[in-house]
């Protein structure tokens, strides 16, 4: 019985093509030059358009007094430009964008509505500011007019 089914064994081995079994066996090759481990670096475009969208929605949840989304919010644009800082080096970003984005905390912290609007409009005359010196001074950023995610609340909790 035992000397059956090796017999089985070495014959179903040798009978089973040996691409097939090459293809289950080994693993996918990496891409050509891609380090598999490389971790994913988005660009700065990519970077913008997400910085786009969360300046839009922080200007809603303020208007909103949605102290607690405008923070969110802040802070995710503040992870945003430190990947921006990465790219481009921290100097630029810091010139354009840092006192902004603290007068914008500090009006969220305050829960000062005023404040809110005009730290909202110094960071939009810095997200202007820096495409100016960067050759991009056709794209032009300021107070959204009307909401695009229709699907998301942006009502203070109560
Ligand atoms: C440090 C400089 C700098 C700052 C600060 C900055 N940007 Fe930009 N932004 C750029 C550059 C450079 C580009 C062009 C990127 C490209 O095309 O590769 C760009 C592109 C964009 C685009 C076009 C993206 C697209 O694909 O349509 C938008 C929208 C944008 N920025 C929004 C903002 C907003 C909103 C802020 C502020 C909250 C801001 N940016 C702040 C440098 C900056």
């Known amino acids: 019985m035992k000397l059956v089914s090796a017999f089985l064994a070495v014959t ?38 997400l910085q786009q969208e969360r300046h839009i929605k922080l200007w809603f949840a303020g208007s ?15 992870d945003g430009f430190g990947d921006v800082r990465k790219l481009l080096g921290p100097e630029i970003v810091d010139q ?20 809110f609007a005009a730290a909202f409009d110094k960071l939009s005359a810095g997200c202007n500011a820096c495409h100016h010196d960067l050759d991009h001074a056709f794209i032009v950023i300021g107070r959204p007019a009307s909401l695009p995610y229709s699907d998301q609340s942006f009502a203070p909790p109560k």
């Open 96 to 115: 354009h964008v840092g006192a902004a984005l603290g007068a914008l905390q500090k009006a969220i912290d305050g829960r000062d509505a005023g404040a």
């Open 12 to 49: 179903l081995s040798t009978i089973l093509p040996a691409t097939a079994q090459d293809k289950v066996a080994q693993p996918a090759p990496a891409p050509s030059g891609l380090p598999p481990e490389a971790p994913y670096q988005p660009s700065l475009g990519e970077i913008m358009t």
């Open 64 to 78: 909103a007094s949605n102290w607690p989304l405008a923070d969110y919010e802040v802070d995710k644009l503040g």
